[in-house]
């Protein structure tokens, strides 16, 4: 082999390597890059939590957000997202049920537990998220987002914001909501702040299934 074919064919190893490596590099960036929280969702963070300002909110820790005439959107705010960590299952009402405000509608399963969440509205269920009933984890990676959990036609859209957390009051309900929890179990109160204020993935990790039970069941208004 010549010189010449020598050093080109170095060259070529020497490009192919850099290529190969700023993949992986740009692979594993990508990867470690924290989730944008999307624009319009706008919002603010209460001691730790994300609570977007666009979105109305039930006591029981469900949102809503009205996305055309007598339809909304309807899921579970971090709080309820946190406290409710790595699911099994999540069970939704049907398409075309009809829900009342207030009632136990919504299912959340882990460690054969079960807990349930209230619907923060009156309608008739138009649409159940499959993404998490295929992938429950959907919930707690982005509760405003891909976790949604049921689209609603509310024909009488007063009805809509009924018994809501008056917007000027959901920064207080949900600070009073986090200090609750925190008198209840002190521990938790490092777990949130394990990550630069923000909420662990799963908060009630530690705790006996029966007490998971216990306390989503308390913030969610079903016990």
Known sequence: MT???V???????IVLDYFLNRRKVM???????????????????????LVPANLSYHSGHSWLMRERKNVVRVGADEF???LLGKLEKVELPKAGQWIRQGQKVISFYRDGKRTEMVSP??????EVNAEVL???????????GKGWLVAVHVPDEENTTRNLVPKGLVREWMREAVERLYSRQPALA??????????AEDLLAGLPNAEWTEVTGEFFLTV
């Not at 050093?7 to 190893?13: G, I, K, P």
């Not at 490092?190 to 909420?199: C, E, I, N, Q």
């Open 3 to 5: 010189p010449f074919l």
């Open 7 to 13: 050093l080109a064919t170095f060259l070529v190893f």
């Open 27 to 49: 692979h594993t960036v990508a990867a470690e890059a924290p989730k944008a929280v999307p624009a319009h969702l706008g919002g603010d963070y209460v001691d730790g939590f």
């Open 80 to 82: 309820a997202a946190a």
């Open 121 to 126: 509205t009156e309608g008739e269920v138009m």
């Open 134 to 144: 295929n992938n429950p984890a959907a919930l707690r990676d982005d509760p405003y």
């Open 190 to 199: 490092g777990a949130v702040a394990a990550d630069g204020g923000r909420p």
